[in-house]
């Protein structure tokens, strides 16, 4: 078995791929891995730019779009390494990265899995850790005085275990996908990163932030559960929580941002 399995999900990614598998393969050295490459169907030349890549990945193609969870979890079902890196197609490796994020795992005991530090297009740290949204992080947020009880925010510049991280860079071991299983495929997209540190925390596998690897992710942060009723993430939020519980959530985002600018408002007028 190898060390490292590198799975990317592609939907018309033509404009990224290149520098993502570029910078993989400069910093695969004597690292014992595979790169393994699902498109999505894309309508652009994603498939063909990576397929073609020096690094000679391994390629499936899904044949229609199956949703990020599906697509990674085709990756997983071919992968041969004791540990799966997710890496979304607009990231690029930053160097010593790799041998970080692999020997922070060989050392660490019991681990679910370990996410690094992103960074955004400008070099400057990116938030890319949650708490879970529940009811009361969402009031302690709005009308208390906790600053990251709800929401993306970027934690201290240290090892530390935290509740969620985005996937955009994600290691796993085996052994965890042994106990939790891959990716849930009721999600189509969003949510999913919640649902699997959810399934982490059940079974008592501590996830880490190690800000001493970095990964580049060009879009920077995508997304804000502040508003999150009004967005896209509706769908997979009330399968997240459910709709009942879902509503109860909305309404006290609302409520607290209304609050919120009646606070703002009322400070500048003293």
């Known amino acids: 078995m190898i060390d490292l399995s590198i799975i990317i999900v592609t939907y018309n990614s033509e404009k990224q791929i290149t520098p993502l598998l570029d910078s993989i393969y400069r910093e695969k050295g004597s690292l014992s891995l595979e790169t393994i490459i699902v498109d999505n169907l894309s309508a652009d030349d994603s498939f063909t730019i990576a397929k073609t890549h020096r690094l000679k990945p391994k390629m499936i193609q899904t044949g229609y779009n199956a949703g990020f969870p599906a ?5 997983i079902k071919i992968s041969s390494g004791s540990y799966v890196l997710l890496l979304n197609p607009d990231t690029v490796v930053m160097r010593g990265t790799l041998q ?30 949650f708490r879970f949204p529940s009811l009361m992080n969402a009031i302690r947020q709005n009308f208390g005085h906790c600053k990251n009880c709800f929401g993306k925010y970027l934690p201290d510049n240290h090892t530390q275990k935290i ?4 996937m955009a860079a994600f290691l796993i071991p085996r052994t965890t996908i042994g106990l939790v299983g891959g990716l849930d495929e ?11 540190c959810r399934q982490l ?27 999150h009723q009004k967005s896209p993430l509706l769908a997979s939020a009330k399968l997240y929580h459910g709709e009942f519980y879902s509503n109860i959530l909305n309404l006290i985002l609302w409520a607290g941002h209304k609050w919120q600018v009646l606070l703002r408002g009322k400070r500048f007028h003293d």
């Open 71 to 75: 697509a990674v979890n085709r990756g």
């Open 100 to 129: 970080r994020l692999l020997e922070f795992a060989k050392k660490t005991d019991p681990l679910g899995a370990v996410a690094p530090r992103l960074l955004n297009p400008d070099g400057k740290p990116q938030a890319s850790v």
């Open 186 to 196: 009721k999600y189509f997209m969003y949510y999913e990163d919640f649902e699997f």
């Open 163 to 166: 509740e969620v991280a985005v």
């Open 201 to 227: 925390a059940r079974h008592g596998l501590p996830l880490y932030y190690l800000p001493s690897a970095k990964v580049r992710h060009i879009h920077g942060a995508s997304g804000h559960f502040v508003f």
